[in-house]
């Protein structure tokens, strides 16, 4: 079966840290550009960073620059989300997604515009509270 499953989600207090993990079975994701994305209760679905597969170009959404990192380790055929200095505001379910191969975009068009992606996870959620 081809999937995305993500994982690392929880509840965390404000300037805490989590790590979500997304990871492929059925197929590699060497050259899969990837996306995470997450959705608040009420608010439209959201680009939070995309990475590329052929140069590891990246793109961080303005309210998470500085505090996420996104990274991928193809051996694991894994792709993680940092997450530092969490705040109540990214507080939501998050989504990993994969698109390609060899799709032509750039990372930001990737989080920013409705691309067709190719698979989807079930989503993690991400509670940032005290």
């Known amino acids: 079966q081809l999937q995305l499953v993500e994982s690392g989600g929880g509840l965390v207090q404000p300037g805490g840290s989590l790590r979500l993990s997304c990871t492929a079975s059925?197929?590699?994701?060497?050259?899969?550009?990837i996306g995470w994305f997450r959705q608040a209760p009420g608010k439209e679905r959201e680009g939070v960073s995309c990475?590329?597969?052929?140069?590891?170009?990246?793109y961080y959404t303005d309210s998470v620059k500085g505090r996420f990192t996104i990274s991928r380790g193809n051996a694991k055929n894994t792709v993680w989300l940092h997450m530092n200095s969490l705040k109540p505001e990214d507080t939501a379910v998050y989504y990993c997604?994969?698109?390609?191969?060899?799709?032509?975009?750039?990372?930001?068009?990737?989080?920013?515009?409705?691309?067709?992606?190719?698979?989807w996870g079930q989503g993690t959620q991400v509670t940032v509270s005290s």
């Open positions: 059925g197929f590699t994701l060497d050259y899969y550009d």
């Open positions: 990475i590329r597969s052929n140069d590891g170009s990246t």
């Open positions: 997604a994969a698109l390609g191969p060899y799709y032509i975009t750039t990372a930001q068009t990737m989080c920013t515009v409705p691309l067709e992606y190719d698979y």
